[in-house]
Nanobody, 119 residues
Framework: QVQLVESGGGLVQPGGSLRLSCAASGSFYRLNVMGWYRQAPGRERELVASITSDGNTNYADSVEGRATVSRSRENAKNTVYLEMNSLKAEDTAVYYC???????????WGQGTQVTVST
């Protein structure tokens, strides 16, 4: 059983920055993609950024240049991070950690963490 535990988020002022972390425990193949999606009220869930197990990254156009996704592996625990700066009101959403096991093609999701950009 794979579990994803997110941390970070909260209320951030416009122009500020945030750092989200997601620790993945359990067993999945080393060939995988980890990343972050977000869902704003009334909108579909969308990809923010992802990183493959060999370090290739992908960003949504809306966050390109403002976001950095990274990952680490320590003691068999995989962690994915998202750092964003120059935050805007339109970045307000629930952010979800995501892992896709590329061997089994199973998707795993975190519980979501709210990010609100407001004064």
């Amino acid at each position: 059983q794979v579990q994803l535990v997110e941390s970070g988020g909260g209320l951030v002022q416009p122009g500020g920055s945030l750092r989200l972390s997601c620790a993945a425990s359990g067993s999945f193949y080393r060939l995988n993609v980890m990343g972050w999606y977000r869902q704003a009220p009334g909108r579909e869930r969308e990809l923010v950024a992802s990183i493959t197990s060999d370090g290739n990254t992908n960003y949504a156009d809306s966050v390109e240049g403002r976001a950095t996704v990274s990952r680490s592996r320590e003691n068999a625990k995989n962690t994915v991070y998202l750092e964003m700066n120059s935050l805007k009101a339109e970045d307000t959403a629930v952010y979800y950690c995501h892992v896709r096991d590329l061997v089994t093609t199973i998707d795993y999701w975190g519980q979501g963490t709210q990010v609100t950009v407001s004064t």
